[in-house]
Every structure is written in C-alpha cells, then in structure tokens.
C-alpha cells in the first residue's frame, strides 16, 4: 500500500520560510517522479513544484520560481519543498504526489497516481 505523508506546514509571518517533507512508502521512491501542489480554499489544486526519478531535473510554477526548490533524497525516501520568501497568497494546503513509474515531470495533477492527506500552511501578513 502506498503512502505518503507530508509534514512541516505551519504559521509563518510572510518573508518567512518552511521545509516541507514527504515520507514515501509501499513503492520503489527512486523511480517516480514526485510532485508538490497546492489547494487554497475556494481554489483548484494547483501545480508548484516537480522533480525527476533521478532528481537531476526540476520544473516550478512561475509563482514558485526563485522562492522554493524541490529536492529529493532517494536513499531515504523523501521529497522536499524548501520554501522561502512566503507570501500571505502562498497559504493553503500542500500536497505530494507520485507519478508514473519511470514518467516525466508533469504540472497536470492528472498525472499523479499517488496522494498525501496535506500539510497546512499558513501565511501570515
């Protein structure tokens, strides 16, 4: 059974940063492309952030780029979301997600077949 559980949202002042996490389990991590979005409330799920199987390449929602960077570390099964320079407009819930095996980096949440239950995060102006 495949699992993916986020961690470190939270309340932050805007200009502030968060690392989020995903644990991955119940799939060989290191051949899936990850992804993180997110949903605002009211707001459709939304494309942030995606990295490779390998990790050798990356691709950003232009609301993402130069603030956050997404990394994985594949030993142990974990994908990243460094977020920096938070805005109040960044506050929603975050989600990770897994794509198809050996697939490409998508922005269409159609793409994943795999979900996390999110992690809040909050931006305060």
């Known amino acids: 059974q495949v699992q993916l559980v986020e961690s470190g949202g939270g309340l932050v002042q805007a200009g502030g940063s968060l690392r989020l996490s995903c644990a991955a389990s119940?799939?060989?991590?290191?051949?899936?492309?990850m992804g993180w979005f997110r949903q605002a409330p009211g707001k459709e799920r939304e494309f942030v952030a995606a990295?490779?199987?390998?990790?050798?390449?990356?691709a950003y929602a232009d609301s993402a780029k130069d603030r956050f960077t997404i990394s994985r570390d594949n030993a142990k099964n974990i994908l990243f979301l460094q977020m920096n320079g938070l805005k109040p407009e960044d506050t929603a819930v975050y989600y990770c997600?897994?794509?198809?095996?050996?697939?490409?980096?998508?922005?269409?949440?159609?793409?994943?077949?795999?979900w996390g239950q999110g992690t809040q995060v909050t931006v305060s102006s």
């Open positions: 990295v490779t199987w390998t990790g050798s390449s990356t």
């Open positions: 997600a897994a794509g198809r095996m050996r697939g490409a980096v998508s922005p269409s949440f159609r793409e994943y077949d795999y």
């Open positions: 119940g799939l060989t991590f290191s051949r899936y492309p």
